[in-house]
């Protein structure tokens, strides 16, 4: 201790004033750069802190926009899916009447057909009759002709 004592008493009270000046000099420099620094690397981390919470914010803007449209086409979907399901219970009503119009075209063909043979039938009728008459009215002319004078066939 004897020589750290020596140390303290060869500075007067003048020179301790001025190394203790020097030292709170030095320390308010070295608070005054450090809070510049860190300043510096603040704002840096402020403004891109303030640019990601912008774009974060766009983001979310975003996704409630493509939210909505998702929501949106789950509605348009539904309402697809009962189109399509009325469409198909109308088809199949369709599809019966088809097949109900099929057989009623088919009866109905059948008809004209068997009209058709009836009509067939009918007119080898008329002209047999026809045919008859005819030889009736040929043959009972040259019986009662009173002109003829050869026999009848």
Do not use: C
């Given at each position: 201790?004897?020589?750290?004592?020596?140390?303290?008493?060869?500075?007067?009270?003048?020179?301790?004033?001025?190394?203790?000046?020097?030292?709170?000099?030095?320390?308010?420099?070295?608070?005054?750069?450090?809070?510049?620094?860190?300043?510096?690397?603040?704002?840096?981390?402020?403004?891109?802190?303030?640019?990601?919470?912008?774009?974060?914010?766009?983001?979310?803007?975003?996704?409630?926009?493509?939210?909505?449209?998702?929501?949106?086409?789950?509605?348009?979907?539904?309402?697809?899916?009962?189109?399509?399901?009325q469409i198909e219970k109308e088809l199949v009503k369709v599809k019966a009447e088809a097949t109900i119009k099929e057989n009623e075209f088919r009866g109905s063909q059948a008809q004209v057909n068997q009209l058709k043979e009836n009509i067939q039938?009918?007119?080898?009728?008329?002209?047999?009759?026809?045919?008859?008459?005819?030889?009736?009215?040929?043959?009972?002319?040259?019986?009662?002709?009173?002109?003829?004078?050869?026999?009848?066939?």
């Amino acid at each position: 201790m004897d020589g750290q004592s020596h140390i303290y008493q060869a500075f007067t009270s003048g020179e301790w004033m001025l190394m203790v000046a020097l030292l709170l000099i030095t320390f308010l420099i070295g608070i005054l750069l450090m809070w510049v620094i860190w300043g510096s690397k603040v704002r840096k981390l402020q403004s891109v802190l303030f640019e990601k919470k912008n774009i974060l914010k766009g983001k979310n803007l975003e996704l409630d926009r493509l939210n909505k449209n998702i929501e949106d086409l789950k509605l348009e979907v539904e309402k697809s899916q009962k189109n399509k399901t009325q469409i198909e219970k109308e088809l199949v009503k369709v599809k019966a009447e088809a097949t109900i119009k099929e057989n009623e075209f088919r009866g109905s063909q059948a008809q004209v057909n068997q009209l058709k043979e009836n009509i067939q039938a009918q007119a080898i009728t008329i002209e047999t009759l026809q045919n008859q008459l005819h030889d009736f009215k040929s043959g009972s002319r040259t019986t009662r002709s009173p002109r003829s004078k050869t026999p009848s066939k």
